[in-house]
């Protein structure tokens, strides 16, 4: 990890809700920054070239599933520099409302998330359902909107 070059005040776009792996990451390595959330990575790309933030941080690959595949073609489309890299431990973790474990039939998430449960999910006839984040499908299941 290279250290914090991030000023107090510059501010660090991410891509998911707040509590996702990527702010986790992004909270490791700007430490006294203001981090944004960004529903997509390609708006995160958007604000860096708009100069709306100082700078960003993304996944580019996992041991898992490899390279992600969305955020290299956005660095090949953009004049944005990799300047580090951030190594984030994640631990995927079945959430549900209380007293719903026994209606469980589709798991909401990420697709990189997924695919990193495929066997799991597979093991245990669960339906995947791409949503646009893990903490976001979170979300969404706390306020029942799934």
């Known amino acids: 990890m290279v250290d914090n070059f991030a000023s107090k005040g510059e501010r660090v776009a991410f891509q998911g809700e707040h509590g996702a792996y990527s702010e986790m990451a992004t909270m490791q390595y700007f430490r006294t920054s203001n981090i944004v959330a960004m529903k997509s990575l390609q708006e995160v790309f958007d604000t860096l070239r708009k100069d709306e933030v100082d700078f960003a941080v993304v996944p580019i690959e996992n041991s898992i599933e490899g390279s992600v595949n969305e955020t290299?073609?956005?660095?090949?489309?953009?004049?944005?520099?990799?300047?580090?890299?951030?190594?984030?431990?994640?631990r995927h973790c079945l959430i549900i409302n209380?007293?719903?474990?026994?209606?469980?039939?589709s798991v909401y998430s990420h697709p990189q998330a997924l695919a990193q449960c495929r066997r799991y999910l597979h093991e245990r006839k669960l339906t995947p359902v791409a949503a646009y984040d893990t903490a976001g499908a979170v979300k969404m299941i706390k306020k029942k909107k799934i």
Do not use: M, T
Request: glycine share 8%; hydrophobic share 35%.
């Open 72 to 90: 290299y073609d956005l660095l090949l489309n953009s004049n944005a520099l990799v300047s580090g890299e951030i190594y984030q431990r994640v």
């Open 98 to 105: 209380k007293g719903e474990h026994s209606n469980i039939r």
